[in-house]
């Protein structure tokens, strides 16, 4: 088995590209570039409908994650995040075991314990509340770690009961890495410092980084930007006015725009806040251009 991820100076750098409106041959093509470009993780979403644009297609995450594994050979992959909900956490673990194995160890367990609430209520996954959601993710990790682990187990918690379960065949990582989303001090944040190596600062929660980072234990911290990668034809008012209404603050906070050398800056600013994965939505990502553009211009230059 391999470890979980290479060590290395630096941040490492993830682009967050949703299987919104696409189809898989776009989708491998983005996977391939990122892939070629030197991008560290590439993620995608894990909704059943578009939030916001229920009636657009939306390709399954899980699934499409196994066509982009066999279509790409370094880049890390992985939903940020997963939806709790959606999946009996043995399916879960064996979705992920055969994902990893497909990849060759390049999986990352992304998850979260669902607060798309239009989406949940309109596939029956309502019904409980918020904290009952979040008591599921922990027994849900509970199950998924007992499954990679290859071994025969019991499990007996108040959402989950297994008797004599089995996870085969384990991960091809010896720690697969987990990805908890959020930013509520009461029912994401003793998660995180209970089960995750990273804690992914999602955007709306950037402002309260400072104040919930002591209660990560001891997950890395990623965080989410919108970003907006300006260039000789690309104009300024433009780029903004389209992000303020197609990524707006309300969901991934105030975006970073500006040219290379004004990117290297803002980065290197937030880096020093204490965050080591940088996941980034680029405002044209579905230009394969982009992933280079950023990773020789400005990546390189953030250190």
């Known amino acids: 088995m391999t470890s979980a991820t290479t060590e290395r100076e630096g941040p490492r750098w993830g682009a967050h590209v949703p299987q919104i409106r696409s189809d898989v041959a776009t989708m491998t093509a983005l996977a391939v570039a990122a892939d070629e470009a030197g991008v560290d993780n590439f993620w995608l979403m894990d909704h059943l409908i578009g939030p916001g644009a ?20 370094r880049v890390r992959l992985g939903l940020l995040v997963g939806c709790n909900p959606f999946r009996h956490p043995a399916v879960l673990a064996k979705m992920a075991a055969t994902v990893d194995r497909i ?11 669902g607060s ?9 996954f309502d019904g409980k509340s918020r904290k009952e959601r979040s008591e599921e993710l922990g027994e849900s990790l509970d199950i998924v770690k ?31 890495p987990i990805h908890i989303g959020g930013g509520g001090r009461q029912l994401t944040m ?18 309260r980084l400072a104040e919930l980072a002591p209660l ?24 903004t006015a389209w992000m303020a209404v197609h990524l ?18 803002l980065l290197r600013a937030e880096r020093g806040k204490g965050i080591e994965m940088f996941v ?24």
């Open 54 to 73: 229920p009636r657009l297609d939306v390709l399954e995450g899980w699934t499409l994650l196994s066509a982009l594994a066999a279509a790409t050979s």
């Open 216 to 239: 990560r234990g001891a997950a890395r911290i990623s965080a989410q930007y919108a970003v907006g990668l300006l260039g000789a034809s690309a104009d300024r008012e433009a780029v």
């Open 280 to 303: 980034l939505r680029f405002h044209d990502y579905r230009d394969p251009g982009v992933f280079r553009r950023f990773m020789t211009e400005v990546a390189a230059h953030v250190k």
């Open 190 to 207: 003793p998660l995180v410092a209970r089960h995750a190596d990273w804690w992914n600062c999602v955007a709306s929660a950037r402002e």
């Open 248 to 265: 707006p603050e309300s969901g991934w906070g105030a975006p970073l725009i500006g040219t290379p050398d004004e990117l290297v800056e």
């Open 146 to 176: 007992l499954m990679f682990a290859g071994e025969p187990f019991d499990y007996d918690g108040r959402h989950f009961r297994l008797r004599d379960a089995i996870g085969r065949p384990t991960p091809v990582q010896h720690r697969l």
């Open 103 to 113: 990849s060759g160890g390049r999986l990352d367990l992304g998850i979260g314990w």
């Open 116 to 124: 798309y609430e239009p989406e949940l209520s309109a596939f029956g």
